[in-house]
């Protein structure tokens, strides 16, 4: 145990006591032995081909016991080192719990973003893999049964579901919000008086002698029919959109259990539904009309499948979960306190002019003063009122600002993540694990070997065989074997071998 070891990380060399490596059992250094692969015995020390700066907090958590964060690698890179070591990242010592969360965090806005980007795979062949096992036609797709329905459905379906996929796309979304932008307007212009006309009704009244006395009325009012014939043009773009989109969807129950689809085809039913209710009911109940009419206007949220910044806002709101059921829980429990004392506190002194009948009454008021809106309609006119009024407004304003940093903090990270993706190359160079580049090199061999034992006997010779290089096609992220072999020159003293890689 007292025997010294000699360790070799990335080239940087550190000693140490077997005792000391002793400390944490079932690790990778705890079972070091000189019959291991990776030992040196003429230079007697283990060579780990591992980042050095983190195996330096590695080795001295075996020394002290403590494992702390280094500030100057990447959290994911921390916890992949980790976990060649055997070891956990939960042993972190508590003053970097901090970032390590932080890296976890950003990790986790990473994959949000992820699923965000429709186009994230460069490769053709994988991005089409992908699509195939989104339809769920992998396996016919990898035994090569490829349909003319299998080549259009996802093409019709990127059209209206992905605006970023194609420029056609593009264009068929910018008509979507187009259409989307003329109904709400619409909508929104037909309830303006000056777009209204009078709906009258006559009556006539017959007077003593006989004169008849005529009589017009104005009842109420309805907009204009240029309105109408708006609201039927764009009502037919979303018929066919939703159509189009539920024919060519990859799967009817992901469709039916998407938000923003439910949203689509309820407005769209309400258009009909108003429509024959109109043309079939003679005296239509005006509420259930208008409540029909209000459900189009939730049409604005499908404005955030066609922009990203709409999209991050709802993320950062469900990252943000926690925070707002928190703010929601102490402005109810702040609203219920301050109405109970002002209802009590306006009734301990004369006051003629009392506004708090009830503590419901209370809650209004209690409601409006937290949020710092403060209608006037209700006033405390006493002085204990005025003193809970005062106490209520301070406390709405902390109880406000408190959990808004972290909301924002949270935006800020998906925002500034969103961006540097956007400035990011798309084509990035690929890196081959280890294991396959040894398997390369021993398919290599192989095929040289033969050669090579014929070389030796017959003298001189060029033997030209088609092989399996280790050739990186930086465009198309993939090996390539096309065109290329390799000739050997073999002497009859050679030891080794020399390869000629042509193109």
């Known amino acids: 145990m007292d025997e010294r070891i000699v360790l070799n990380v990335g080239g940087v060399r550190h000693e140490t006591y077997q005792a000391t490596l002793k400390k944490i059992p079932a690790t990778r250094l705890s079972r070091l032995t000189p019959s291991l692969a990776n030992f040196d015995p003429l230079l007697n020390e283990y060579f780990f081909d591992r980042h050095p700066a983190v195996f330096s907090m590695i080795l001295n958590y075996y020394r002290t016991g403590k494992l702390h964060y280094p500030t100057d690698v990447c959290g994911p890179l921390f916890e992949e080192e980790l976990q060649y070591w055997g070891l956990d990242a939960s042993d972190t010592e508590p003053c970097c719990w901090m970032q390590l969360l932080h890296a976890k965090d950003t990790q986790e806005t990473l994959a949000v973003l992820d699923r965000m980007d429709a186009d994230h795979e460069d490769d053709p062949q994988l991005r089409e893999q992908d699509t195939m096992k989104k339809f769920g036609w992998e396996e016919d797709y990898f035994q090569g049964k490829r349909t003319r329905w299998m080549k259009l459905k996802p093409q019709v379906w990127s059209l209206f579901d992905e605006p970023y996929s194609s420029q056609a796309a593009k264009f068929i979304a910018g008509i979507s919000v187009l259409f989307i932008f003329i109904s709400i307007f619409s909508f929104c212009l037909k309830t303006h008086q000056s777009f209204r006309l009078p709906v009258l009704t006559g009556q006539n009244i017959t007077m003593p002698g006989g004169f008849i006395q005529s009589s017009i009325e104005r009842v109420s009012t309805e907009p204009l029919p240029i309105f109408g014939q708006i609201e039927m043009l764009c009502n037919i773009w979303f018929t066919l959109e939703l159509i189009i989109r539920f024919v060519f969807c990859p799967s009817k ?222 465009g198309t992220n993939s090996s390539s074997t096309t065109g290329v072999d390799t000739v050997v020159k073999l002497g009859p003293s050679e030891t080794a071998i020399t390869t000629t890689v042509i193109s």
């Not at 800020?412 to 956007?422: G, L, P, V």
């Not at 090199?441 to 090579?452: D, I, M, N, W």
């Open 253 to 474: 129950v992901r469709f039916f259990k998407s938000p923003l689809n439910m949203i689509d085809l309820v407005a769209t039913l309400s258009f009909y539904a108003d429509a024959m209710m109109v043309r079939v009911v003679e005296d239509e109940p005006k509420d259930v009309v208008e409540f029909l009419s209000m459900i189009r206007i939730f049409r604005l949220f499908k404005l955030t499948q066609h922009h990203q910044g709409l999209q991050i806002l709802i993320h950062t709101f469900r990252a943000s979960a926690k925070e707002l059921i928190l703010l929601v829980f102490f402005l109810i429990l702040g609203i219920v306190i301050f109405a109970a004392l002002v209802y009590y506190a306006e009734k301990m002194e004369a006051n003629p002019n009392n506004q708090f009948q009830s503590i419901p009454l209370g809650l209004w008021w209690a409601i409006c003063t937290m949020t710092t809106v403060g209608y006037g309609d209700m006033t405390p006119h006493t002085s204990f009122g005025r003193l809970v009024g005062s106490l209520c407004a301070v406390m709405g304003v902390l109880t406000i600002a408190l959990p808004v940093p972290v909301i924002v903090s949270n935006f800020a990270m998906f925002y500034s993540h969103n961006q540097a993706r956007d400035k990011l190359p798309k084509r990035r160079r690929r890196v081959l694990p280890v294991e396959q580049i040894r398997l390369q090199a021993r398919r290599h061999a192989a095929v040289l070997e033969p050669s090579a034992s014929q070389g030796g006997l017959g003298g001189n010779s060029a033997v030209r065989r088609r092989n399996m290089p280790i050739l990186i096609d930086e």
